[in-house]
């Protein structure tokens, strides 16, 4: 497992962008698929982008295609997530995840290590 840190979180009116950001502990990140995931209060965690361990194969919930972008920086040990056009059903807590299983995943299960999460709200 590794130990992941995510920042970047915050209030944002709709229209407008943010960058979150999530640093991992160790010198195994590259061996990891990342994603990030979000929950919003009385619904379940779900996946918003994946990420292949070398970065070439990104995956997207539908609802964020075009808006959002992650990219990762192995030599950094971290992952990206700029939102833009956010919108207010984008609020949530956004957490940054590894999985040790080789192939993209967008399952909760799959992933292995989890962040303590960052706040993300849009205003209207």
């Known amino acids: 497992q590794v130990q992941l840190v995510e920042s970047g979180g915050g209030l944002v009116q709709a229209g407008g962008s943010l960058r979150l950001s999530c640093t991992a502990s160790?010198?195994?990140?590259?061996?990891?698929?990342m994603g990030w995931f979000r929950q919003a209060p009385g619904k379940e965690r779900e996946s918003v982008a994946t990420i292949s361990r070398m970065g070439t194969t990104p995956y997207y919930r539908d609802s964020v295609k075009g808006r959002f972008t992650i990219s990762r920086d192995n030599a950094k040990n971290t992952v990206y997530l700029q939102m833009n056009t956010l919108k207010p059903e984008d609020t949530a807590v956004y957490y940054c995840a590894a999985a040790s299983k080789e192939g993209l995943t967008s399952y909760v299960d799959d992933y292995d290590s989890w962040g303590q999460g960052t706040q993300v709200t849009v205003t209207s």
């Open positions: 160790g010198r195994t990140f590259s061996r990891y698929v």
